[in-house]
C-alpha cells in the first residue's frame, strides 16, 4: 500500500485485469457475426463491471479512478458497437448501463448500510467514537505538542489529559 493512500499500483492492476476482460467481450463481439446485444451487455457486467466494483468503497476517491473509468468506456462502445467518437454520455444511454462513478458510489453507500447492523466488521469503527490517545511528540522544539491516535469513546476526561 501506498504512503499517500492514492492506491496508484491497485488501480493500475485493476485496470490491467479490466482491460483483459474487455478484449475477451470483443472477442466475443466479432467483427461480422458476433452475440447479440442482450449478450454482450450480459458478460461486460459480469466479466468487466464486476471486479471494477469489487473493491470500490475503499479507492473510491482516489485521483487515479479515472484509469478504470476509460476501460469501462471502452466496454461500453463494445457493447454498443459505436465509434470512437460517440459522446460517453450518449453510451451509457445505449448501454443502459450506469456511469462509473455512480455506480462506486452505489457501492460505498450499500457498505455503509451494510455496517449499520451491530454484527458488521466496520460498525465499530463508522459508529463508534473513538477516544484520541496521545504519544507525545520527539522533536524537541515542540514537546507540547502531542500526536492523538483514536481508541475507545471520545470523553472530555480524555481530552483534557
Known amino acids: 500500500m501506498d504512503r499517500s493512500l492514492t492506491f496508484k499500483h491497485h488501480i493500475e492492476q485493476l485496470k490491467s485485469k479490466v482491460s483483459a476482460r474487455v478484449s475477451l467481450v470483443k472477442r466475443l463481439a466479432g467483427t461480422e457475426w458476433g452475440e447479440s446485444y442482450r449478450a454482450l451487455r450480459i458478460s461486460a457486467l459480469a466479466l468487466v463491471y464486476a471486479p471494477a466494483k469489487y473493491w470500490a468503497p475503499v479507492w473510491c476517491r482516489s485521483s487515479h479512478s479515472h484509469k478504470v473509468d476509460v476501460v469501462l468506456n471502452e466496454a461500453m462502445r463494445t457493447i454498443t458497437r459505436c465509434l470512437k467518437n460517440t459522446p460517453v454520455s450518449y453510451l451509457r444511454f445505449l448501454a443502459g448501463i450506469s456511469p462509473p462513478k ?44 502531542r500526536y492523538c491516535f483514536a481508541k475507545g469513546p471520545l470523553t472530555t476526561e480524555t481530552i483534557h489529559q
Request: glycine share 2%; aromatic share 4%.
Open 102 to 145: 455512480l455506480r462506486r458510489d452505489t457501492s460505498c453507500l450499500s457498505l455503509y448500510t451494510k455496517a449499520k447492523h451491530v454484527d458488521h466488521l466496520l460498525h465499530h469503527t463508522l459508529y463508534i467514537q473513538p477516544t484520541p490517545t496521545c504519544l507525545k511528540s520527539i522533536c524537541g522544539a515542540s514537546r507540547k505538542r
